[in-house]
């Protein structure tokens, strides 16, 4: 069996609230969790595009979240994880 590189754990955990598949308050009280715990992991084996998860999903997606609506909230990390795929299949890093 082999194990999942930290950017799939990353990308898994916010494809999950995107898909409906955990709640805005999960997302909410573990998105930080998860990107302290994993954040010298994804360094490690990703390099710069850590800097971009971490831009799109945490300074423009969740750190401007609060106080949204849920429709609100979910179009932006949804914007942002877009942006970030976008910039990861680009050659910009």
């Known amino acids: 069996m082999s194990k999942k590189s930290t950017l799939k754990i990353m990308m898994d955990f916010v ?6 598949k955990s709640s805005r308050l999960d997302f909410d009280l573990d998105f930080n969790h998860y ?26 997606g969740y750190d401007k979240s609060h106080g949204l609506s849920d429709a609100a909230h ?20």
């Open 15 to 20: 494809q999950n609230y995107l898909d409906g």
């Open 35 to 60: 990107l302290n715990d994993n954040y010298a992991n994804l360094e490690w084996e990703v390099g710069d595009l850590a800097d971009c998860f971490a831009f799109y999903l945490a300074e423009e």
């Open 74 to 93: 979910m179009k932006l990390i949804k914007e942002q994880y877009e942006e970030f795929l976008d910039a990861m299949q680009s050659d910009i890093l």
